[in-house]
C-alpha cells in the first residue's frame, strides 16, 4: 500500500469519457487530494462578489487518478478517510438562485471562521463543522459535464454524507475509473438552498479499492449503518422516481426481495432526501435525491459481494 | 394536572372550522386517545384489500379536544408522551400510488407483527419501530380539509419524528384549537412512497399545553435538538419554497437574523427533507416538506418567549 499526493493545481473542469490520469495507484493506496474551494480562491473577502469573478473556474475537481484493475462493469470504491478544510470560507448569495433569492438584496458574501471543530458566522451564530466533498466522480460513459453538474458518474452530488468514513461505490465506465474530488465544503445542509455550502479549500485523504464484476447504475455510498443511492434530475419527482427505482434494484437483485416488498419496505423503513435540491438554479442544475437504507438484518449490503 | 381518556369511537373525518369537542382539559392536562389504524380494521390479513374496504372510512383521527385558554393567535402545543402499538399492522400497495406502482402487481396487504421494538416483515427481514402518529391536527381558519389531506392546521403530516418527545405547535384558529390524532404508524420512512408506513392502531399519550399571543403559519415541531417547521404544496417544488419561507421567518422575527443571513444560515447548517412524498398520489395529496433547524447556539428556540 502507497501513499501518494496529489497537488491544487492538478484539477479537471468537467467529466467525461477521455480524461487523462495525472496519477496511477494501486487497489489499496491512499491519496491525499489537495482541493481549491469551490471558487478557486477567487473569494477571500465579504467584498469579493460572486458577480465579479470569473465563472470559468469554479468546481474544479483534483484529479484524475486512475486505479489499476478498475473496468467497465466493475464499481471503483473511493473510501474518505479524512476532510481537513482550512481555516476559512466562504458562502454567497447568487442572483437567480434558490428559494428566497426574491426576498434578497444579492449578491452578498459571508466568510466564516472554522476552528477546533466549529464554524462561526457572527457574534451570536456557531455550529458544528461536518466537512465533506461536493464534486467527486470518475469518468462518464460518453456525456461531457461540467463539475457543476451531477449524473450518472458522481459529480457534483453535494451530498452533506460524503465526510469522512464514506465509502463511495462509482460504477466504472471508462478503465482505470479516472477519479477527481473537489468543491469541499466546512459544512452544508441538505437543498443546500442558496447554492453554496461553507465553501473552502483543504486536504481530502482516500483509499481506493475495486469490486469487480458488480455495479449500481448511480453511486451508491456506505455508511457505518445505511446505504445510500443516489440519482439526478431536473425536477425533485423525477429525481425521487430514478432513486426509488435504483434503491429497489438494489434489494431486488442483490437480496432477493420481490418487487412489491422492496417497494414496501422502502416506504416503512427507509428514508427518501435530498442531498442538492437548490431552486430555482439557473444553468441546468438539477435536483439531487437519495435514498437511506439502514443496515439492518437481511440488508447488511446492497451488494451480494 | 388531569388525567383523561378518549375510546377510538370518538373520531373525527376532517378537520374543519367548526368541530365541536368531545372533551374539554386545561393546560398542563394528559390526554390519553385510543387510535385506530388507517384503514378503521377494515384490514386484518393479507387476504384483505384495500380496494375491498370502505374508503370513507379512513385516517380516523380521536378527538377533538378542546384545550382552556387556547385562543386565535396563539399556539396549542402538543407534547407526544407516549406511542403504542398494538401486537400487528399492515403495510398496502395501492393502484395508482407510489413511485414504483407500475413495476407492481397491485393491489396488494403485507402483515407485519410488532414485538419487543421490533417489526417483523417476514422470516429475514426485520427492522426496529419508531412508532409515531401521521395524522394530526386541529380546527382550520375556515376550510374543510378530510384527514387525508394536509395543510395549515396539520392534518395527516406523516412526519416519523412525531413520536415519543416531539412537541407540536399548532396555530390556534378557533378557540379551544380543537386537537384531533390518529393514523399511528409503527414505522414509516420520510416520503412514505407506497403511500403507507405500518398502519397501527394503539394508543397515544399527549400532553397539552398553550403558548399565548405567537404562532407560526404552519405547525413547527420541536424535538431535543432541533425545530422543524412544516409546509405542503402539490409539488415537492412549492412545499420546499414554502417550508423555506417559513423557516426564514422563524430565524428573522424571533432571532433577529436578517434574511440574507436566514438564507444562508438555512443553506449551509439546516436541512431540507420530506415527510411525505408518495408520487404519483390521486386525490389531490401533496408533499409535506419539513426544515431541521439544529438548536445551536443563537438560535435554541423559534419562539422567543
Redesign the interface.
Known amino acids: 500500500m502507497a501513499q501518494h499526493r496529489l497537488s491544487r493545481d492538478q484539477v479537471i473542469w468537467s467529466f467525461g469519457p477521455g480524461l487523462q490520469p495525472v496519477l496511477e495507484v494501486e487497489p489499496g493506496d491512499v491519496v491525499t487530494f489537495e482541493t481549491n474551494d469551490c471558487f478557486t480562491g477567487q473569494i477571500r473577502s465579504e467584498d469579493d462578489l460572486v458577480t465579479d469573478i470569473d465563472l470559468e473556474r469554479i468546481n474544479s475537481a483534483t484529479g484524475p487518478v486512475a486505479v489499476r484493475g478498475a473496468e467497465p462493469g466493475d464499481s471503483l470504491i473511493a473510501e474518505i478517510l479524512d476532510v481537513r478544510p482550512i481555516e476559512w470560507g466562504v458562502?454567497t448569495?447568487i442572483p437567480g438562485f434558490?428559494?428566497?433569492?426574491e426576498?434578497?438584496?444579492a449578491p452578498?458574501t459571508?466568510l466564516?471562521e472554522v476552528h477546533d471543530g466549529m464554524?462561526r458566522?457572527?457574534e451570536?451564530?456557531?455550529?458544528?463543522a461536518k466537512p465533506m466533498v461536493g464534486v467527486v466522480g470518475v469518468a462518464t460513459g460518453g456525456e461531457e459535464l461540467s463539475n457543476g453538474l451531477a449524473g450518472l458518474h458522481g459529480g457534483n452530488l453535494d451530498d452533506?454524507f460524503h465526510g469522512k468514513g464514506a465509502r463511495i461505490y462509482f460504477p466504472v465506465r471508462q478503465p482505470g475509473g479516472m477519479f477527481a474530488v473537489g468543491d469541499m465544503?466546512a459544512?452544508?445542509?441538505?437543498?443546500?438552498?442558496?447554492?453554496?455550502?461553507?465553501e473552502i479549500a483543504g486536504e481530502v485523504d482516500i483509499r481506493f479499492d475495486v469490486l469487480k464484476g458488480k455495479q449500481a447504475t448511480w453511486p451508491v455510498t456506505e455508511l457505518a449503518d445505511a446505504w445510500l443511492p443516489h440519482a439526478t434530475h431536473d425536477?425533485?419527482?423525477g429525481a425521487?422516481?430514478l432513486v426509488?427505482?435504483e434503491a429497489?434494484r438494489l434489494l431486488v437483485e442483490e437480496h432477493g426481495f420481490s418487487?412489491?416488498?422492496?417497494?414496501?419496505?422502502?416506504?416503512?423503513?427507509?428514508?427518501?432526501?435530498?442531498a442538492q435540491?437548490?431552486?430555482p438554479a439557473p444553468g441546468g442544475f438539477g435536483t439531487i435525491a437519495r435514498f437511506?437504507i439502514?443496515k439492518?438484518?437481511?440488508?447488511p449490503l446492497p451488494f451480494a459481494v
Open positions: 458562502a448569495l434558490g428559494q428566497l433569492i426576498q434578497v438584496q452578498l459571508r466564516f464554524i458566522m457572527n451570536r451564530v456557531s455550529f458544528p452533506h465544503h459544512a452544508m445542509g441538505d437543498g443546500e438552498i442558496c447554492f453554496t455550502g461553507v425536477t425533485y419527482e425521487a422516481q426509488s427505482e429497489a418487487v412489491e416488498d422492496a417497494f414496501i419496505f422502502l416506504s416503512v423503513a427507509c428514508d427518501l432526501g435530498v435540491a437548490c431552486k437511506t439502514p439492518i438484518d437481511a440488508c
